[in-house]
């Protein structure tokens, strides 16, 4: 049974930082493409940060700079480093872990953490 849980979400002041971790099991994580997404009510969940199993990361424009995203393999997980924290980057945020050596292998995802940024 795969399992993606989230953890690091919480309350911090604008200009702070938060690191988010998702421990994955029932996966090989090595062969996993690992990313996080964020979601607010009434829209779609956007792609914040990926990370390939070669290590290459693509981030969305509106974190650039701000967020690192990065992978142990040895414990099966991935972090979100988050910096330099704005109000708008107050979403829930989820872990996603998808194995693109297999053809239509579908997305696993975590249960989501709150991240919330006063002004």
């Known amino acids: 049974q795969v399992q993606l849980v989230e953890s690091g979400g919480g309350l911090v002041q604008a200009g702070g930082s938060l690191r988010l971790s998702c421990a994955a099991s029932?996966?090989?994580?090595?062969?996993?493409?690992m990313a996080w997404y964020r979601q607010t009510p009434g829209k779609q969940r956007e792609l914040v940060a990926q990370?390939?199993?070669?290590?290459?990361?693509n981030y969305a424009d509106s974190v650039k700079g701000r967020f690192t995203i990065s992978r142990d393999n040895g414990k099966n997980t991935v972090y979100l480093q988050m910096s330099s924290l704005k109000p708008e980057d107050t979403a829930v945020y989820f872990c996603?872990?998808?194995?693109?050596?297999?053809?239509?292998?579908?997305?696993?995802w975590g249960q989501g953490t709150q991240v919330t940024v006063s002004s």
């Open positions: 990370i390939y199993t070669g290590g290459i990361t």
């Open positions: 996603n872990a998808r194995n693109l050596f297999v053809v239509g292998s579908r997305p696993n």
């Open positions: 029932g996966i090989i994580f090595s062969r996993n493409t």
